[in-house]
């Protein structure tokens, strides 16, 4: 049987594409994902066999990389950013339990948390909360409770999948709760396209960041209490300076 690679590609260039991912890649037979993905992948290896899958079907792309697996196919699953967040790696280890299959290795990326912080300074160089604003799958009450509970705690926050084209609002619904825990003047940034071409950076405030644009290529960033810009940076302290 063939065994299976679980790929984080990290935010889309090539320089952030981990000795791993590539090793992974490199030895496998077929490189399945969403087209999206396979595209940044085939512009760096033209060569390979690929097989593209639509979005919304995940479950079906993992039955395919099982069945070319059993078929004695060595595969590469890819996801943006790292797998196993917001990734393949849980649905690809859920379906292939039921189906028998366990040759499977998970290889960790850069997450758009990690590469996006970096363009912006240092925004979440302390306790923070990673929550996805997409309810396709988790019910809207509980990422309002998520959001709350993460404001509350004072955490640094990121926000995945801020819009859709049919998601529109939901940016502007997080911050309207999250204004009611926290300062209407904490730091706040965005990145658009990291790694990829037309990467935007941009800083404001809670309350501004309710007006803004942003598509499913955005990561956003909520600062804590202690956030501020240092030479145009967003920089969240550890507290050294005050010891
Ligand atoms: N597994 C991915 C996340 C997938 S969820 C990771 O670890 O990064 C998809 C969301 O991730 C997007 O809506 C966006 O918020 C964020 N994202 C992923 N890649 C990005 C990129 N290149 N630029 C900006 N945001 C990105």
Known sequence: MGKIYVVG???????????RAKKAIEDSDMIVGYKAYIDIVRAYYPDKEYLESAMKQEIDRCDRC????KDNKSVALICSGDAGIYGMASPLLETAQKRGFNDIEIIPGI???????ALLGAPINHD?????????????????KRLRC????????VLYNPASHKRKDHLKRACEIMLTEISPDTVCGYVKNIGRE???TAVCTLSELADKQVDMFTTVFIGNSKTRIVNQKMVTPRGYENK
């Open 9 to 19: 590609i990290g935010p889309g260039e090539e320089a952030s594409l981990t000795e």
């Open 66 to 69: 099982i069945d070319l697996a």
């Open 111 to 117: 997450t758009a948390a990690s590469s996006g912080a």
């Open 150 to 157: 993460a404001a509350k705690g004072d955490f640094c926050i």
């Open 198 to 200: 037309g990467t935007e």
């Open 128 to 144: 923070f909360c990673v929550i996805s604003l997409s309810d396709l799958l988790t019910p809207w009450e509980l990422i309002e």
